[in-house]
């Protein structure tokens, strides 16, 4: 592959602007700076900070120097991710920890937006942690209300560029639902990267409007983090998740917190991970009562209700799913935030096809999977998630030319998404069809599926 192009680092460029420092004066104040800490292999000059303007990082401890000559000159901190810098040594758990502080939540999660950006090597390759879901959860659900997002920048932040961002999540949004989160997520990253970094980091709010502006990360923050689960990239949805929870913590947005645990439940089912599913489940109910709607706190309950069915039990199932049908009945969708739209009975019917498919009840899945495809047609990846759903029902229930009808439809989707959910889905269907294989139909599918189809991601559970 090509290598990765560098972008340019215009939050360095704005500081030096501040300060009214050139170049030159930058790489002359590192070096000497460099030189009284004993670092004489540092060689700096006009060209270096040009090419680090240019995007290329500095190696350490050149981050550590430029922070404390920019601090001095503007009178006031300034961050290495301020600077557009990646911290020398970023910890291998970044993300993963609940911040309780606003300062805290700030200089992890634009941390982490720069690691990713930068592609750096131990969020490439991270891992999900199960054991650093229950310390998040729990900690949010027992912190006390945080106090409002203060900063004291150059610039006044207000309504319109709260508008802007979520303008802009909803855009990304929608180019999910069409195009699958593999399309959207370097771009997504990199505008919270670049713009929204410096909106937190240099401007100016408090209040109602540091609470906004946290909520507004916190939706943008979730959405990187479901486009980074929809990639397979599972170790950085869990971090970007983590981190949306703690905005929705500063924000006092429970019914974010809610939307966010759901997240978290719903990937820990896809990773087959039930016990956590469950957990959090209950954790997001918990949210969902403290905000009040009856929407949330249906998608909670069929999110729990699908957790008891993946570990075949069948009580504790029905009661959840009763739970989630009757709290549905109450909801006042005039009510919900805007973000939740996309919980509708079509929705429901899907979550609760997916609960019964794993308990074994085909006729039933196949008969809520049918229900779901009464859908709003913007939910192109949801669509192919649901007929897939449908066909799979269809092979449990023996009608292999049926379920090849099916999947063939969610199969023409998926080719078009760049979804590795979806890709899984699809090839769940055929692996379903394995055993009747001397079928046409089926021979013909499966090999159809290979051959349109990326490789299946090895680390993905079939949920």
């Known amino acids: ?179 699958g989160g593999g399309r959207l997520r370097t771009a997504l990253v990199s505008y919270l990267d670049d713009h929204v970094t410096h909106l937190l980091t240099t401007g100016q709010y408090s209040d109602d409007t540091g609470r906004q502006l946290a909520a507004a990360c916190g939706e943008l923050s979730q959405l990187a983090g479901w486009a980074a689960y929809d990639s397979d990239q599972h170790g950085l949805a869990q971090r970007y998740l983590t981190q949306a929870l703690a905005y929705a913590r500063h924000a006092d947005d429970a019914g974010l917190a809610a939307e966010v645990l759901a997240a978290q439940a719903h990937q820990a089912l896809y990773l087959a991970r039930p016990d956590a599913a469950i957990d959090l489940a ?83 899945a196949a008969r809520y999977a049918r229900r779901s495809l009464d859908m709003d047609g913007r939910y192109v990846r949801g669509r192919a998630f649901n007929l897939s759903l449908l066909a799979s029902a269809h092979a449990m229930l023996n009608e292999p030319e049926q379920a090849c009808i099916v999947g063939q439809d969610a199969l023409d989707l998926t080719s078009r998404l760049s979804s590795a959910r979806s890709v899984r889905y699809v090839r769940d269907v055929a692996r379903l069809l394995r055993p009747q294989a001397a079928v046409p139909a089926v021979r013909e599918f499966r090999a159809e599926v290979a051959h349109r189809l990326p490789g299946p991601a090895e680390h993905a559970a079939h949920r």
């Open 1 to 179: 592959m090509p290598p990765r192009p560098k972008k340019e680092n215009i939050c360095l460029r704005r500081l030096l602007d501040e300060s009214g420092m050139s170049n030159k004066g930058l790489a002359r104040r590192i070096a000497g700076l460099a030189a009284t800490r004993g670092f004489t292999h540092i060689r700096c000059d006009h060209t270096s900070v040009l090419r680090w303007l240019a995007g290329e990082q500095p190696r350490p401890p050149v981050p550590e120097l430029a922070t404390e000559i920019m601090s001095e000159a503007l009178g006031r901190p300034v961050s290495e991710a301020e600077l557009g810098m990646t911290p020398s040594n970023l910890p291998g758990d970044l993300g993963l920890r609940l911040p309780a502080a606003w300062a805290e939540t700030v200089a992890t999660s634009t941390s982490l937006w720069r690691a990713d950006v930068q592609r750096r090597r131990f969020l490439v390759n991270a891992a999900y942690s199960s054991a650093a879901l229950p310390a998040a959860a729990l900690r949010w659900l027992t912190s006390p209300r945080a106090d409002a997002p203060a900063s004291s920048g150059q610039r006044r932040i207000g309504q319109a560029d709260i508008d802007a961002i979520r303008d802009l999540t909803q855009s990304y949004r929608e180019m999910d639902n069409r195009l």
């Open 282 to 364: 209950r954790t997001a109910q918990a949210a969902a009562i403290r905000h009040g709607s009856a929407t949330l706190l249906t998608e909670c309950l069929v999110m729990e209700a699908h957790g008891h069915a993946a570990r075949k039990d069948a009580m504790a199932c029905a009661t959840a799913m009763a739970g989630a049908e009757q709290a549905f009945d109450r909801a006042a969708r005039d009510s919900d935030p805007a973000w939740l739209s996309y919980f509708d009975e079509a929705y429901l019917a899907a979550r609760m096809a997916q609960c019964f498919r794993d308990l074994g009840d085909a006729p039933n």
